[in-house]
Structures are given as structure tokens and as C-alpha cells.
Nanobody, 120 residues
Framework: QVQLVESGGGLVQAGDSLRLSCVASGLTFGRTTMGWFRRAPGKEREFVSRFHWYGLTYYADSVKGRFTISRDNTKNTVYLQMNSLKPEDTAVYSC??????????????WGQGTQVTVSS
């Protein structure tokens, strides 16, 4: 059984930083592409970033240059370092794994989500 457990969310001020973590179990982490999505209040879920198992990373334009995705295959964990946070980054951030189509969010495995709130 695959489980994804996120942590690290919280309430911060604009300009602050946060690091989210997602610990995976039940899958071959080193061969699994991992990523992050977010859903802001009243908006559709959107792609944030992904880290392919073979090393490539991708970011949404809205977070490029501010967010960094990384992974530690020894800990089955993917991270999302978020710097220079803005109020518009406020959302529930969810970890996903092994998506067949990241554009349509076709992902078999999801975490429960962690709330990030950025005050102005």
C-alpha cells in the first residue's frame, strides 16, 4: 500500500521561507517521479513542481526561481523549498507520485495535503 505523508506547512509572512517534506512508502522511490501540486482557496488544483527519478526537474512559471524541489532517495523523501513566499502562494500543497500525465494530474497516489498560509 502506497502512502505519501506531507509535513512542513504553516503560517508565515510574505517574504519568508518554508520547506515541505513528503515521505513515501510502499513504492520503489528511486524509480518514481515525485511532485507537488497545490490548490488555492476557490481555485483549481495546479501543478507546482516535479522531480523525475532520472534527475530532471520542472516548475510552474509562477514558482520558478523561488521554489526548489529536491529528493533524498535514502529517506524516500521529496522536499519543496519555498523562498520569497507571496500571499498568492497560500494553498493546500499535496504530494503526488507516479503520475501518468502531470498536465492532467492523472496521479494514482496522493498525500493528504499540508496547508501553507502566507500573510501580507
Amino acid at each position: 500500500q502506497v502512502q505519501l505523508v506531507e509535513s512542513g506547512g504553516g503560517l508565515v509572512q510574505a517574504g519568508d521561507s518554508l520547506r515541505l517534506s513528503c515521505v513515501a512508502s510502499g513504492l520503489t522511490f528511486g524509480r518514481t517521479t515525485m511532485g507537488w501540486f497545490r490548490r488555492a482557496p476557490g481555485k483549481e488544483r495546479e501543478f507546482v513542481s516535479r522531480f523525475h527519478w532520472y534527475g530532471l526537474t520542472y516548475y510552474a512559471d509562477s514558482v520558478k526561481g523561488r521554489f526548489t524541489i529536491s529528493r533524498d532517495n535514502t529517506k524516500n523523501t521529496v522536499y519543496l523549498q519555498m523562498n520569497s513566499l507571496k500571499p498568492e502562494d497560500t494553498a493546500v500543497y499535496s504530494c503526488a507520485a507516479d503520475c501518468t500525465d502531470w498536465g492532467t494530474m492523472s496521479c494514482p497516489y496522493w498525500g493528504q495535503g499540508t496547508q501553507v498560509t502566507v500573510s501580507s
